[in-house]
């Protein structure tokens, strides 16, 4: 009895000891996860579930053949930056003499996209492709850059020889869902392509890229999202295209529409242009275009297959559904490609209004803005009464205070890693002290037993 007690006893001290460094055990900084070191963290700026696919041509050149094919991106990092890449970047075969050299660049953040171009690079490598689906063009830093705000950009050297026929060098970016809003990510105007960055793993950091230098949260800008993915390779010329879109959420506005990848035909010279208007969806085509124009704005040269991107900013508040029409304002053709529709009230689409039975491959932004106040009105203000006539100046009303804007209120989800980490977190700590708590009381119980045996032996 006294050697099964023994036993007892040093079974219930290993489970104690057990009990106390499983409740602690962290995974060990340095070890390899997915090709990359434990001490580097990956963050995605794309959602990887939802795909993306070969959107953004560089193929673009001018009478001489200069090959004008570029774009960039802003964001701010968190951390020490120690990488850089795309999930693909495809590019012609030199068998068909459309193979290209792609100039990777990142520069440190000076002001404006303008000045910050203008400086020297702070990496910046050029790579030959030869082939489409290549692997992915992953940059590792000798030295990890400082954390802060920077512009990387990709741009096409390969130019088109005019005197052969047979030359069509190109290089294509990807486009799929982003999972960062425009207060953090920032695109020029062939984007948004997908890109992911690699940082030094910080402790206490959570998402790694910050709002952008002089975006505020006075407008929460959230992520972009298809509407209608794009079904098949039909086109639609745009002349005078609307669209009326569904009544903006409470607390929200619209703030972007995307038709996705719109094509030119393969316009030689970048003068494919549009015009836009919105106004207040009333139900009726003719009857809403008559009324007041919301916004509106002008849209020039757009890139082949690039998305084209209306921004609304606020004006589009909620409460109302809007009608949005898109005018090609000169001879350059231009359009959208056809997605995935079954009609609705929700979304309504009109060609020179004709409403339509489909509908294009779209995307769209909205933003958390709470409570604007009461919306402005149209009817005119009471005409004034005649002062009566005086030799004094009559003293100027005293101003007053405009009321304090509310404050938007904060994104109610949070990215993946955010998830998976709070989980973890909330889950691990109250097991502690159980752990603890059941293993002593286990040694407890197994000392008692041999004090009483020995008593008893004794008497």
């Given amino acids: 009895m006294k050697q099964f007690l023994t036993v007892m006893l040093a079974v219930a001290l290993t489970l104690a000891a057990f009990g ?22 990956r963050v995605n700026a794309y959602d990887e579930s939802a795909g993306y696919t070969a959107s953004i041509w560089f193929s673009n050149f001018e009478p001489d053949g200069t090959c004008t094919g570029t774009d960039y991106v802003i964001f701010n990092c968190a ?16 068998a068909n003499n459309s193979d290209c050299t792609v100039r990777f660049e990142l520069f440190a953040w000076d002001t404006d996209a303008g000045k910050t171009l203008k400086g020297t690079p702070v990496f910046s490598e050029d790579v030959y492709f030869n082939g489409d689906s290549k692997e992915l063009p992953h940059f590792v830093f000798d030295t990890a850059k400082s954390a802060g705000q920077y512009l990387f950009r990709i741009t096409q050297l390969t130019p088109k020889d005019i005197d052969d026929e047979t030359s069509f060098p190109y290089s294509v970016l990807p486009i799929g869902e982003l999972i960062y809003s425009e207060n953090k990510i920032e695109f020029d105007s062939r984007g948004p392509f997908i890109f992911f960055i690699e940082c030094e793993k910080t402790e206490g950091v959570s998402d790694y890229f910050l709002n952008l230098e002089g975006k505020g949260s006075e407008i929460d800008i959230q992520p972009e999202k298809t509407i209608f993915k794009r079904e098949g390779a039909v086109p639609h010329p745009i002349f005078e295209f609307g669209i009326v879109t569904p009544v903006v959420p409470e607390g929200q506005v619209l703030y972007s529409i995307s038709l996705t990848e719109a094509p030119t035909w393969a316009n030689p010279n970048p003068d494919s242009d549009v015009t836009y208007e919105v106004f207040k969806w009333t139900g009726d085509y003719e009857e809403s275009i008559a009324g007041k124009v919301i916004d509106s704005g002008e849209l020039l040269d757009h890139k082949d297959n690039s998305n084209l991107t209306l921004k609304f900013g606020s004006k589009l508040r909620y409460g109302n559904a809007y009608l949005i029409v898109i005018t090609r304002s000169n001879s350059g053709a231009i359009g959208y490609y056809q997605g995935g529709y079954e009609p609705s009230d929700e979304w309504l689409f009109y060609e020179y209004g004709l409403q339509l039975d489909y509908c294009p491959a779209m995307k769209a932004a909205y933003a958390l803005v709470g409570d604007l106040g009461p919306e402005p009105t149209d009817e005119p203000t009471a005409a004034p009464t005649d002062a009566p006539a005086t030799d004094a100046p009559t003293d100027a009303p005293a101003a007053t205070e405009a009321p304090d804007v509310t404050a938007a209120p904060k994104p109610t989800g949070s990215d993946k890693e955010n998830d998976k980490s709070e989980s973890k977190s909330e889950n691990k700590f109250p097991v502690v002290p159980v752990i603890i708590t059941a293993c002593a009381l286990a040694v407890i119980a197994a000392v008692v037993i041999i004090l009483a045996v020995k008593k008893k032996k004794k008497a």
């Fill in 20 to 41: 106390v460094t499983a409740a602690y055990a962290e995974p060990v900084d340095g070890e390899a996860q997915d090709g990359i070191d434990g001490s580097t963290i």
């Fill in 79 to 94: 951390a020490p930056l120690k990488g850089i890449g795309l999930p693909e970047l495809y590019a012609g075969i030199q």
